[in-house]
């Protein structure tokens, strides 16, 4: 079992920057490739991106790509997802997920994940 805890939202200016974190329970974190997903109101939860349980892989919807970073620390249990230029369009409640994957390439798709958070809200103003 894997428990995770999403912070850093906020509201912001477009331009800005905030920086996600998720924090994991379980001392088996290191074996699991982790994602972040976004909602926006009246939309379905999308990918944004994920990187592998080794840290060596990392993948980026088109949408923040060269905006956003993905990194982690296994040694803190953690995650986090840097958000550079923000954007209106990047409004969205951001989760975090778990993905019990070994894998070079972390999972995109939402079914592989089967840890979540509750979520944090982000809020770009224009």
């Known amino acids: 079992q894997v428990q995770l805890v999403e912070s850093g939202g906020g509201l912001v200016q477009a331009g800005d920057s905030l920086r996600l974190s998720c924090a994991a329970s379980?001392?088996?974190?290191?074996?699991?490739?982790m994602g972040w997903f976004r909602q926006a109101p009246g939309k379905e939860r999308e990918f944004v991106s994920a990187?592998?349980?080794?840290?060596?892989?990392?993948i980026y919807a088109d949408s923040v790509k060269g905006r956003f970073t993905i990194s982690r620390d296994n040694a803190k249990n953690t995650v986090y997802l840097q958000m550079n230029s923000l954007k209106p369009e990047d409004t969205a409640v951001y989760f975090c997920?778990?993905?019990?994957?070994?894998?070079?390439?972390?999972?995109?798709?939402?079914?592989?994940?089967?840890?979540w958070g509750q979520g944090t809200q982000v809020t770009v103003s224009s």
């Open positions: 379980g001392r088996t974190f290191s074996s699991y490739a």
């Open positions: 990187i592998s349980w080794s840290g060596g892989t990392t």
């Open positions: 997920a778990a993905a019990d994957s070994r894998s070079v390439f972390p999972p995109r798709a939402r079914y592989q994940y089967a840890y």
